[in-house]
């Protein structure tokens, strides 16, 4: 079992004791239930990371630890961006949670014209934010020192410019008839950037899916079956992450 791990904004020692505390040191401590000698992993989610052995326990909400030393994980090649079109109900949480414990390098929330889900306002942004958290808890839940960065929902025009720039760009399209190529067999870079489409439960609009093909994207399956949007993406990135070697 690996060491659990648990978020800080900053690396403050005194020396090399550390206190973690707030809601972070009130689930080690009353949730968690850590004892000395035990070992936890410090982490500001941006790849900084300190591999710690906890020393004490001050009340419910204060962990005491020794702190050897910060590290730095590297920047994961090639990275892996996937384009989540707004799914119904808490599915976008799922398929955020999902995504991150495979091993996903960011997300783009996608307002596609056959989403039903429409994020406006106060609305948008309190579903934004359940977003980040979910990735958030899911990068801590799955060991992960390096975070899954959520962006704010996009536009179709803004999705096609990003697969403009992507070293690597492709769309999930379930319309066999299209002749769309298979994922496993398409050629990818070593280094760079891939950015892969996931449309919704509606598939992706024939106006969408030629933009995005005239910024330099490719429509391909996953397979003979149709997954939902909530899961393509994480069977896609777990496809990628495979053949390009980051699992190996």
């Known amino acids: 079992m690996t060491a659990p791990v648990f978020v800080v904004e900053h690396f403050r020692s005194d020396g090399y004791r550390y206190v973690l505390d707030g809601p972070e040191g009130r689930h ?12 936890v992993v410090l982490t500001d989610g941006a790849g ?16 005491i630890v020794h ?35 495979v091993g996903v390098d960011a997300i783009v929330p996608w307002q596609a014209a056959r989403c039903i889900t429409q994020w406006k306002g106060e609305r948008g942004l309190k579903a934004l934010g359940k977003w980040r958290a979910t990735a958030r808890e899911a990068g801590k839940q799955s060991r992960r020192v390096r975070f899954p960065e959520v962006a704010d ?6 999705v096609a410019a990003l697969l403009a720039k992507a070293d690597f760009a492709a769309v999930l399209h379930s319309d066999f008839e299209h002749g769309s190529a298979p994922l496993a067999t398409a050629e990818l870079p070593t280094e ?20 995005f093909e005239e910024a330099g994207a490719r429509a391909h399956v996953l397979g003979p079956t149709v997954l939902r949007t909530s899961t393509a993406g994480t069977a896609a990135t777990a496809l990628l992450l495979g053949r390009t070697g980051r699992w190996s």
């Open 28 to 39: 080690a401590v009353s949730v968690k239930r850590l004892q000395p000698g035990e070992e």
């Open 48 to 63: 900084r990371y300190a591999v710690c052995e906890v020393i004490g326990v001050e009340g419910k909400d204060r962990l």
């Open 67 to 101: 702190m050897t030393s910060v590290s730095e994980e590297p920047e994961p090649a090639p990275r892996i961006t996937v384009v989540q079109a707004l799914p119904k109900g808490d599915r976008g949480e799922v398929a955020v949670e999902t995504m991150t414990e």
């Open 153 to 158: 929902a996009a536009t179709t025009k803004q």
């Open 192 to 211: 760079g950037e891939i950015v892969l489409v996931v449309g919704p439960e509606g598939g992706v609009s024939r106006d969408e899916l030629a933009l």
